[in-house]
């Protein structure tokens, strides 16, 4: 048995590294303290004006390559008076520092005294933190972790990491390289780390949304916390207090202790340190039937530091754990583990960036993540930040004696390679970035999502609906007030009725009255701004019905005479004697898709392969086209069009892709000969954001890579191949299903409800690991469940926003890829994938990446298209409606026809407010409550009341909105008194 150390950690160091070019000198040197002569840990080292450099290690020890001498270094730490030093050899450097100066003498505090300027002040900074000011930052980082058990050491890793961060601490990251080794040992009570680095996800400055551990800064400070006031200091011309923190009598769950750095003037905290020592934090645990420990403690320290333009940044953390270790109640080792983090570059992006890391992804292990990305030896044996303390010598040392690198390195995969140092500075890469800001506008390249209160409509009733307009890349809420135009289109594609609704911060809400002379029929709904492409509009179907209508039928637009059988081949095309994946879709004359079975033949009849569809009439088949072999598709039912084979190429590349496996994508790449040992580009493209890209040679005709998943955004990316003068071979799909999951619970007092009675209903929405999703944007309708309800299945916000442009056009349950995150799943997403046209607009990159970038030119919101209509029989779910269909009495004063002014103030949803009075007209709402605009509370909590119709038993709730981080949220659950006999 060998126990597994679960725990949540990460630690962060603040140092910055040079770029350098041609030539270089190494510099190298020690900084301590001027009087004590001690090694200063974690002063920053900078050249001058530039905000590249590195940082003294736990020794005071640093290397800094520099391109040319002399130069300027700024030497600062947040303890210490900053210096200048001009540096004209290359000769060792011994720094030292002058302590900065005290301004009050250290205070004797007798017994436990409560300081009332201690106390306003971290209230001051709790309220800091919270405000505006604590914008996000970002920089990249080196991570460092070394774990002992008892004197031999057990593990070591080695990460870069991209982060963003604020004054509080860690918010998102992503790995950019990383590699471990852990010691091979044949006792049964080593331990190892899991997902170590997580912990500073919940050390952070403020108190964390946890009740497992108590920290000093938060609103419930006096009534945990004895503070005092150590020493007040000027340094680097800030006043900064010491305050001690120490948790009283009454305090049983675990708190930290320790001291805050905090300046007077601006209420910043500029350093945290402190402990927890305390054997029963619930947020961690230790694996083993039989394990146990004691004397488990916790230690920690945050430090910011100041830039030139006196914003604070995240300098560094150190966090460590130790504990004894018990097996079967007898002590087996102490156990040690202790990590930095290193920054080496701070920048700041044209937008948010979304890095990956926003959700804790507690199952996963640091080993697990790292074996994704690939080991890159060369880097790691060049990196300058890498240069080792002699402490660090000893790690290294002690795993070289059992080989540990050579064998222990289990993300040796030599096929992937990321090249970011040698890439990122590539001419075709450069200009693959630049012509894709070119393409991604943001007035141009956004996503509107529609959410309705139901799913159809009767002539004469009014449509309630809220629009989200999203930045493509990310998600988050567009911030531009702009007119969103809202067009109802009739099965010709004429314009029946039309709105305009102002948005403000990506939200706009209004309603629709659709007369009672629109004849019945499938319609188009279509939102856009004046802005957009149409390829970028928000287009669904939306039925009508009318309660007039004896015949029970009807209009639809016809798109073709007979179903359709298309093939569409991996990547794009097919190329002479390569094999490839041979996707293909069956539909009817209305578009829905056919489940179908054939055979593929070739010219002189002999079989290639079954055809079967799997999934919405998708399919797929392998093959090695061949030119002078004809190939003929037979459908074994039903009457098809004749089905045209593709082109098959002389000369050219296939792409196949299995992205089935949960971790990485993998790709093989094959050429004709007229490609061998030629250069290519292989991209990852998502929203029109570069998230991988690789080099590949073809040899004897074949490449392969695995591209880690973890980088890319949930929801849809494209794999595009490029030769090197940058025409576009291959273009696949691929959908990555990243673990980025809320859940809706909701909260009644009682289920059964009388007629007009009062009904009040409590949403609590929670993230995948059970920590409550505050100032969420919701949009809520509340449906009678017994006259009509909405198929949990169909397009949500959810779906929509992760499958996009797929949704409406090709899947009529889009829900159903969703439901599951299992392998089934994946295939059957995978199909999807492989289906689509390779022209889609909304995925497209340019056909030649150095042609003239595409010119956006928004179409004309009231393009007409041609359309076969037919009358056919309502569906059965129409049929029982109008069966027991009753005119709402409410809200349907308007007036019919065109509108073209910007509702600014829409109407307010007409809910009855019946109070301690019933009288009024009879109550048949189908709509029970609608509202386009409430938000969650801290607690991820809001609370919805309204009163019940004259006959509704059952009700079925529909939530749908957005994450202050954009992060979808979707949920449709129904209760009353026959829900499960329905």
């Known amino acids: 048995m060998k126990p597994v150390f679960l ?14 070019s041609g030539q270089s000198t190494e510099l190298s040197g020690s900084i301590v303290d001027k009087t004590s002569q001690e090694p200063i840990p974690f002063a920053n080292i900078a050249i ?20 040319s001498l002399p130069i300027v270094l700024v030497i600062s730490h947040l303890s210490y008076e900053p210096l200048e030093l001009e540096v004209n050899s290359s000769e060792p450097l011994r720094v030292e520092m002058t302590p900065g100066k005290l301004l009050m003498p250290e205070l004797v505090i007798k017994g436990k005294g409560n300081d009332e300027f201690a106390y306003n002040l971290v209230n001051h900074a709790y309220n800091k933190i919270l405000g505006k000011s604590n914008t996000d930052k970002y920089g990249k980082a080196f991570y460092r972790q070394i774990s002992k058990n008892g004197d031999e050491y057990s593990e070591l890793y080695e990460i870069f990491y991209d982060t963003r961060f604020t004054n509080n601490g860690v918010e998102d990251w ?47 400070v006096r009534d945990q916390y004895y503070l005092s006031v150590g020493r007040i200091l000027s340094v680097n011309n800030r006043n900064v207090a010491q305050i001690r923190f120490e948790k009283k009598e009454n305090v049983t769950k675990p ?17 945290l340190t402190g402990t927890i020592t305390d054997d029963n934090l619930n947020f961690i645990t230790l694996k083993g039937k039989y394990s146990s420990w004691e004397n488990y403690q916790v230690s920690c320290e945050i430090a910011f530091k100041e830039m030139d333009d006196d914003q604070l940044v995240l300098d560094y953390m150190r966090l460590g754990q130790t504990f004894d270790y018990f ?16 920054y080496f570059e701070y920048y700041d992006p044209p937008q948010r960036k979304k890095l990956g890391g926003r959700m804790l992804r507690y199952g996963l292990r640091d080993s697990d993540i790292l074996d994704n990305i690939g080991y890159n030896q060369w880097f790691w044996d060049e990196n300058i930040i890498l240069k080792r303390t002699p402490i660090e010598s000893e790690v290294i040392s002690s795993f070289e004696k059992e080989r540990a690198f050579g064998s222990i390195y289990l993300n040796n995969k030599n096929q992937i390679e990321l090249e970011d140092y040698k890439l990122d500075s590539d001419p075709f890469i450069v200009l693959v970035r630049r012509r894709l800001n070119e393409y991604h506008q943001p007035e141009v390249n956004k996503k509107l999502y529609l959410h309705r209160d139901k ?26 007030t702009e007119t969103i135009f809202l067009e109802l289109r009739d099965p010709k594609g004429e314009v029946v009725l039309s709105s305009n609704v102002a948005s403000s911060l990506g939200r706009a809400a209004g309603s629709l009255y659709l007369p009672a002379t629109l004849p019945p029929a499938k319609y188009t709904l279509v939102a856009g701004t004046k802005d957009m492409t149409s390829d970028f509009y928000y287009s669904e179907s939306l039925e009508i019905f009318s309660n007039q209508t004896r015949n029970r039928q009807f209009t639809v637009a016809q798109q073709d005479t007979v179903n359709r059988f298309v093939y569409h081949p991996e990547g794009g095309r097919l190329v002479e004697s390569l094999p490839n994946q041979l996707g293909f879709e069956a539909s009817n004359p209305f578009g829905q898709p056919l489940e179908v079975r054939g055979r593929l033949v070739d010219g002189i009849g002999r079989m290639v392969g079954n055809l079967k569809s799997e999934y919405n009439g998708f399919g797929s088949i392998f093959v090695m086209p061949r030119q002078e072999v004809g190939f003929n598709t037979l459908i074994m039912s039903d009457i098809f069009e004749e089905t045209a084979f593709p082109e098959i190429h002389e000369d050219g590349y296939s792409c196949m892709v299995n992205n089935l496996k949960p971790h990485t994508i993998d790709v093989t790449v094959n050429s004709t000969i007229k490609f061998e040992g030629k250069k290519f580009y292989l991209l990852v493209v998502a929203d029109g954001v570069l998230y991988d890209r690789r080099i590949g040679i073809i040899t004897r005709g074949l490449y392969r890579a695995e591209f880690p998943k973890a980088p890319l955004p949930n929801g849809v990316s494209q794999l595009l191949l490029l030769d090197e003068h940058g025409i576009l071979h291959c273009r696949r799909l691929v959908y990555v299903q990243q673990s980025d999951a809320t859940f809706i619970k909701y909260y009644l007092a009682k289920k059964d409800f009388k007629p007009r009675e009062r009904i009040e209903l409590v949403l609590e929405i929670k993230d995948q690991n059970g920590k409550a999703v505050a100032n969420t944007d919701l949009s809520v309708s509340v449906l009678n469940y017994d006259r009509i309800s909405r198929d949990p299945l169909a397009r949500n916000i959810q779906n929509y926003i992760n499958l996009g442009y797929l949704t409406g056009k090709k899947l009529e349950k889009p829900g159903e890829l969703f439901e599951e995150y299992d392998r089934e799943t994946s295939k059957m997403l995978d199909l999807v994938m492989l289906n689509q046209e390779t022209a889609i607009p909304q995925f497209q990159l340019l056909d030649s990446i150095f042609a003239k970038p595409l010119e956006h ?6 393009e007409n298209h041609q359309s076969n209509l037919v009358q056919v029989d309502l569906p059965a779910y129409a049929v029982q409606y109008l069966e027991n269909y009753r005119p709402q009495t409410m809200g349907a004063d308007r007036t019919a026809g065109h509108s073209s002014e910007i509702d600014e103030t829409p109407q307010a949803f007409p809910s009855p407010n019946y109070g301690k009075s019933d009288d009024g007209p009879p109550d048949y709402r189908t709509t029970l409550y609608w509202t386009p605009q409430i938000s969650t509370n801290r607690k991820g909590r809001v609370k919805i009341s309204f009163f019940n119709s004259d006959d509704a ?10 994450s202050q981080h954009g992060l979808p949220v979707f949920n449709t659950f129904t209760f009353g008194r026959n829900v499960g006999k329905r």
């Open 7 to 20: 725990i949540c950690y990460f630690l962060l160091c603040c140092a910055m590294a040079p770029a350098a």
């Open 48 to 67: 001058k004006d530039i905000y590249k450099g590195t940082a003294s290690n736990i020794l005071g020890e640093f290397t800094l390559k520099v391109d």
């Open 174 to 220: 992503a790995i950019q390289e990383g590699r471990y080794a852990l010691k091979l040992s044949t006792a049964d009570s080593f331990i190892y780390n899991k997902n170590f680095t997580l912990m500073v996800r919940l050390l952070t400055i403020i108190q964390p949304k946890t009740d497992d551990l108590i920290m000093p800064v938060s609103l419930d």
């Open 255 to 271: 708190a930290m202790e320790g001291e805050l750095l905090i300046d007077i003037d601006s209420h910043e905290v500029l350093k």
């Open 327 to 342: 097996l079967n109640d007898e002590y087996v080792s102490k156990v040690e583990t202790k990590s930095n983090l290193t």
């Open 455 to 480: 799913p159809f409509y009767v002539a004469g009733e009014t449509m309630w609906y809220k629009v989200y307009s999203l930045q493509i890349a990310n998600n988050i809420p567009d911030d531009k």
């Open 857 to 862: 030119k928004p179409n004309k919101p009231n």
């Open 953 to 962: 038993r059952n009700y079925q709730v529909i939530v749908e909105g957005l």
